[in-house]
C-alpha cells in the first residue's frame, strides 16, 4: 500500500505549483493542473479502498489497520514522540472515498461557477491545500498528527471563506470561523497533552493499565478533545462561525462546511470512539445531549431563515447534530447491543456528504443563475434549469429520508439508536427529522414553485448551468440514489466485525410517515402563488418568528460575552495593567539609564591625565576591597 | 650579610613606579609622559628579575620575561614616538591638552 503516500503528496505538490507559480500560469491551466491532480488522488483513494476492503477481513473478523508509513517525526522522550503517517482502517478508507470524490466534484464545478473570477489560481491553490489537509486528517496515525492537520483544515477554510477578501463580510466572517474554532482547539490540545501525558503516547490505542491507572484525567481529556471536535463541526454554542461561513464561495461551502471538514468532529469522535465507550461511558450521553439539543435548534432557525445558503447551513449544523447522537448514544461496541449508533453516525457521515454537497452545489448552480442568494430572488425556476431542479429535489428527499434515497437508511439507523438509548431521545429525533423534510421542503418550493420573482427574471432570465457544473451535480444526484443500498455495516461498525443492517419497519413507518406529513405541510404552505398560512404565522407568532430569523439571538450573546464582558471586564483592565505598570517600569529603566549616562558623561572630556586618576582610583578600591 | 636584601630592590621599583605614575599625570608633554611610562615599566622589570632571583634562584622564567617585556617596551615605544611625530606634524606641539580632536562636540 506504499502508493497511499501519493494521495497526500499530489494536492501538496499541485498546491505549492499553483500557489507560487499560479501568477504565470492561465487561469485554465491553473484549474486543470489542480483538477487532474485531484482525479488522480480520487483513482488513488478507490483503489486503496478497493484494495483493502477485498483484501479481506483478518483472522478474528476484523478489518486490519494498516500502517504504510509511520516515521518519528519530533521525538520527546525514549517512549513519547509525534509520529507522522498513513493509517489505513475502515472508516479512515471511506473518509479517503468521501472527500476525494466530494473535492472532485467541487474541482470540476468550480470550473463553471468561479469562471472569470479574479484570483482563480489561488482559489484552486487553496482547495488542493484544504484536500491535503483534509486526506492528511483522516489518514493520520496518531492524535496529534490529527491535530497538525486540524489546523491545516481549519487555516484552508479561513483562507477560503475570506476569498472574495474585499468584502467585509466575507472578512468578517472568516475571521469568526478561525477565531471560534482556534478557541475551540485550545481544549483539544489541552485534551491531547492530557492524553499524552497519561496514556504515554499519542497513538489511538494506548496501554490499557495505563488509562486504568490514569482515573479521571482520561474521561476529562477525552471531554477537551470532544469540545475541539463540537467547534469544528459546530455543535451549540459554538455553531456561530458556520452560518457566516456562507460568505465564502458556494463550492467552498459544498467542500469544506458541508461535506467534510464539518465532520471532522463526528470523526474525531469516532476514532476516539473505543476509548469513549471504555473509559469515558458517561461522556457519551452528554455528547448525545448535546447533539440533539443542536440538532433542534439548528431545524428550527433553519425553517425561517431566508437566505438559501443559511438555510442549507443550518440543516448541516443539525444534520451533524444526528451524527453526534447517534455517536452519544451507544453505550457498547457491540454493533447488535447499544453499539449500532457508530455504524449510523458513520453511514450518514458518508451519505450526507454526498446530498449535502450535492445540495450546496444545486444551491451554487441556481445563485449562478438568479445572482442572489435571497429566495425572494426566486420561485418558479423550474421551468429555467430543470437539471438543477431535479438534482435538487432527489438531494432534498434524501435529507428528509424518503425511500430509496441514501438518507433514508442512514436516519434510519440513527433512530433505531436512539429508540435503543431511550424513546424521548427517539422521538425527539424523529420529531427533528419531521423537521429537517419541512424546512427542506420550504426551501425547494421557495426556490423552484411559489411566487416567481418576475421582475427580475424578466429583466436577467435565469438559465441552465454549464455542463461542467450540472455534471456534478448528476454524479452525485446518483451517488445519493444507489448510496442507500450499500451494506455500509459490512465494511464499518463499532467492533469491526461485519454487521447486516436491517431497516426496522416499525421505526422506518413512524419516520416516513412524519417525513411525509412535514412535505405535506410544506407542499400546502409553500407550493402555492400566495401564501396566506404563513404569513398568518409569522405575523400571529411574530415573537418566536423574530427570534428565529434572528437564530435566537446566540450571536449577539457571544457578542455580549466577549465585547462586554471579556473585553470591557478582563481584557481592558489586563491592557491597562500593560500599558502602564508593565511598560511604565521598563520606561523608568530606559530613563533612568539615560539620565545616569547624561551625569556621567562629563567625565570623559578627552583629557587622558583624567582618565588615568579614575583608572588609578578604581585600581586602588579594588586592591583595598580585595584585602579587606 | 653584603648581599643586598630583596627588599631593598622592591622598596627601589615601587619608588621608581609611582614616581612614574606621578610623571605620566603631572607632565603635560607628550614625550614626558612616555618616559614616564618608560618608568613605570622598568619597575615592573626589576621586579620580575628580582623575585626570580631570590624565590626561584634555580629557574629563569622572570629573567626571559623581563627581557621580553623590554623587547616589547622598545617596539612600543618606537611606535609611541611615531605617533607623536605624527601628531606634531599635524599640530606643531605635542601638549596633551589639545589631543582632543577625536572627542564629539
Known amino acids: 500500500m506504499g502508493y497511499t503516500i501519493f494521495i497526500l503528496l499530489l494536492p501538496l505538490l499541485s498546491f505549492l505549483l499553483l500557489g507560487l507559480c499560479g501568477n504565470f500560469m492561465k487561469p485554465k491551466?491553473?484549474?486543470?493542473?489542480?483538477?487532474?491532480?485531484?482525479?488522480?488522488?480520487?483513482?488513488?483513494?478507490?483503489?486503496?479502498?478497493?484494495?483493502?476492503?477485498?483484501?479481506?477481513?483478518?483472522?478474528?473478523?476484523?478489518?486490519?489497520?494498516?500502517?504504510?508509513?509511520?516515521?518519528?517525526?519530533?521525538?520527546?522522550?525514549d517512549t513519547l514522540g509525534i509520529d507522522m503517517g498513513v493509517m489505513l482502517d475502515p472508516i479512515a478508507v471511506m473518509m479517503l472515498v468521501v472527500i476525494s470524490t466530494v473535492s472532485l466534484m467541487v474541482h470540476i464545478y468550480s470550473f463553471g461557477y468561479m469562471k472569470g473570477e479574479k484570483g482563480f489560481q489561488r482559489y484552486y491553490a487553496f482547495l488542493s491545500l484544504f484536500t491535503m489537509a483534509m486526506l492528511g486528517l483522516v489518514v493520520a496515525t496518531n492524535i496529534f498528527q490529527m491535530y497538525v492537520f486540524w489546523e491545516l483544515v481549519g487555516v484552508s477554510s479561513y483562507l477560503l471563506i475570506g476569498f472574495y477578501y474585499t468584502k467585509p463580510a466575507a472578512i468578517a466572517a472568516s475571521k469568526k470561523a478561525f477565531i471560534v474554532t482556534r478557541f475551540a482547539d485550545l481544549g483539544f490540545l489541552i485534551g491531547i497533552l492530557i492524553y499524552g501525558y497519561y496514556a504515554g503516547t499519542f497513538g489511538f490505542t494506548p496501554e490499557a493499565s495505563r488509562l486504568m491507572s490514569a482515573g479521571m484525567m482520561i474521561p476529562l481529556a477525552l471531554g477537551l478533545m470532544f469540545v475541539g471536535g463540537a467547534g469544528k463541526s459546530a455543535m451549540f454554542p459554538l455553531h456561530i462561525w458556520l452560518p457566516d461561513a456562507m460568505e465564502g464561495p458556494t463550492p467552498v461551502s459544498a467542500l469544506i462546511h458541508?461535506?467534510?471538514?464539518?465532520?471532522?468532529?463526528?470523526?474525531?469522535?469516532?476514532?476516539?470512539?473505543?476509548?469513549?465507550?471504555?473509559?469515558?461511558?458517561?461522556?457519551?450521553?452528554?455528547?448525545?445531549?448535546?447533539?440533539?439539543?443542536?440538532a433542534l435548534y439548528a431545524a428550527v432557525v433553519a425553517c425561517v431563515q431566508s437566505d438559501i445558503k443559511r438555510v442549507l447551513a443550518f440543516s448541516t449544523i443539525s444534520q451533524i447534530g444526528f451524527m453526534m447522537v447517534a455517536l452519544g448514544v451507544c453505550t457498547s461496541t457491540d454493533p447488535h447491543d447499544g453499539g449500532l449508533g457508530y455504524m449510523a453516525s458513520m453511514f450518514h457521515l458518508f451519505t450526507h456528504a454526498m446530498f449535502k454537497a450535492l445540495l450546496f452545489l444545486g444551491a451554487g448552480s441556481i445563485i449562478h443563475a438568479v445572482h442572489s442568494n435571497e429566495m425572494s430572488a426566486m420561485g418558479g425556476l423550474r421551468k429555467y434549469m430543470p437539471l438543477t431542479h431535479i438534482t435538487f429535489l432527489v438531494a432534498c428527499l434524501a435529507i428528509a429520508g424518503i425511500w430509496p434515497f441514501s438518507g433514508f437508511f442512514s436516519k434510519d439507523e440513527i433512530l433505531a439508536a436512539s429508540f435503543g438509548f431511550s424513546p424521548v431521545?427517539?422521538?425527539?429525533?424523529?420529531?427533528?427529522?419531521?423537521?429537517?423534510?419541512?424546512?427542506?421542503?420550504?426551501?425547494?418550493?421557495?426556490?423552484?414553485?411559489?411566487?416567481?420573482?418576475?421582475?427580475?427574471?424578466?429583466?436577467?432570465?435565469?438559465?441552465?448551468?454549464?455542463?461542467?457544473?450540472?455534471?456534478?451535480?448528476?454524479?452525485?444526484?446518483?451517488?445519493?440514489?444507489?448510496?442507500?443500498?450499500?451494506?455500509?455495516?459490512?465494511?464499518?461498525?463499532?467492533?469491526?466485525q461485519a454487521y447486516h443492517i436491517h431497516i426496522d419497519p416499525a421505526i422506518a413507518a413512524v419516520s416516513l410517515t412524519v417525513s411525509l406529513c412535514a412535505i405535506g405541510l410544506a407542499t400546502w404552505m409553500y407550493a402555492r402563488d400566495?401564501?396566506?398560512?404563513?404569513?398568518?404565522?409569522?405575523?400571529?407568532?411574530?415573537?418566536?418568528?423574530?427570534?428565529?430569523?434572528?437564530?435566537?439571538?446566540?450571536?449577539?450573546?457571544?457578542?455580549?460575552?466577549?465585547?462586554?464582558?471579556?473585553?470591557?471586564?478582563?481584557?481592558?483592565?489586563?491592557?491597562?495593567?500593560?500599558?502602564?505598570?508593565?511598560?511604565?517600569?521598563?520606561?523608568?529603566?530606559?530613563?533612568?539609564?539615560?539620565?545616569?549616562?547624561?551625569?556621567?558623561?562629563?567625565?570623559?572630556?578627552?583629557?587622558?591625565?583624567?582618565?588615568?586618576?579614575w583608572y588609578l582610583a578604581g585600581a586602588v578600591v579594588l586592591v583595598l576591597i580585595l584585602l579587606f | 650579610m653584603d648581599m643586598?636584601?630583596?627588599?631593598?630592590?622592591l622598596v627601589l621599583a615601587t619608588v621608581m613606579m609611582f614616581c612614574g605614575i606621578y610623571g605620566f599625570l603631572t607632565r603635560r608633554n607628550?614625550?614626558?609622559?612616555?618616559?614616564?611610562?618608560?618608568?613605570?615599566?622598568?619597575?615592573?622589570?626589576i621586579n620580575f628579575a628580582v623575585f626570580n632571583r631570590f624565590l626561584f634562584p634555580g629557574q629563569l622564567e622572570g629573567v626571559f620575561f623581563t627581557i621580553f617585556a623590554i623587547g616589547v617596551s622598545a617596539a612600543e615605544?618606537?611606535?609611541?614616538?611615531?605617533?607623536?611625530?605624527?601628531?606634531?606634524?599635524?599640530?606643531?606641539?605635542?601638549?596633551?591638552?589639545?589631543?582632543?580632536?577625536?572627542?564629539?562636540?
Open chain 2, 77 to 105: 615605544t618606537a611606535v609611541a614616538i611615531a605617533i607623536i611625530i605624527n601628531i606634531y606634524r599635524n599640530m606643531k606641539n605635542i601638549q596633551v591638552k589639545n589631543l582632543d580632536k577625536m572627542k564629539e562636540d
Open chain 1, 29 to 77: 491551466a491553473a484549474g486543470i493542473t489542480g483538477t487532474l491532480s485531484t482525479a488522480a488522488v480520487t483513482m488513488l483513494s478507490y483503489f486503496t479502498a478497493f484494495r483493502y476492503f477485498s483484501a479481506g477481513r483478518g483472522a478474528d473478523g476484523i478489518f486490519p489497520t494498516l500502517m504504510p508509513y509511520n516515521f518519528r517525526w519530533l521525538p520527546f522522550n
Open chain 1, 258 to 294: 458541508a461535506a467534510t471538514m464539518v465532520v471532522a468532529g463526528v470523526y474525531l469522535v469516532a476514532r476516539m470512539f473505543p476509548l469513549f465507550v471504555g473509559y469515558a461511558p458517561d461522556l457519551l450521553p452528554w455528547i448525545a445531549y448535546i447533539g440533539a439539543f443542536t
Open chain 2, 30 to 45: 607628550l614625550l614626558a609622559m612616555l618616559i614616564s611610562v618608560e618608568l613605570i615599566l622598568n619597575s615592573v622589570d
Open chain 1, 530 to 613: 400566495r401564501q396566506p398560512v404563513t404569513d398568518m404565522l409569522a405575523s400571529k407568532f411574530s415573537v418566536l418568528h423574530k427570534a428565529a430569523y434572528n437564530r435566537f439571538y446566540i450571536d449577539s450573546i457571544w457578542l455580549f460575552i466577549t465585547k462586554k464582558v471579556i473585553f470591557r471586564c478582563i481584557s481592558a483592565p489586563v491592557a491597562w495593567f500593560d500599558r502602564h505598570v508593565i511598560d511604565g517600569f521598563f520606561n523608568l529603566c530606559g530613563k533612568a539609564a539615560a539620565w545616569l549616562s547624561e551625569k556621567i558623561r562629563p567625565m570623559q572630556n578627552s583629557n587622558i591625565q583624567q582618565y588615568t586618576i
Open chain 1, 425 to 496: 431521545m427517539g422521538w425527539v429525533m424523529t420529531a427533528v427529522a419531521g423537521l429537517t423534510a419541512f424546512y427542506m421542503f420550504r426551501l425547494y418550493f421557495g426556490i423552484f414553485w411559489g411566487t416567481e420573482n418576475r421582475e427580475l427574471h424578466a429583466a436577467h432570465r435565469p438559465k441552465e448551468s454549464p455542463l461542467n457544473m450540472t455534471l456534478p451535480l448528476v454524479f452525485l444526484a446518483l451517488v445519493t440514489c444507489i448510496a442507500g443500498f450499500i451494506p455500509f455495516g459490512d465494511f464499518v461498525s463499532s467492533d469491526g
Open chain 2, 4 to 9: 643586598v636584601q630583596m627588599e631593598w630592590y
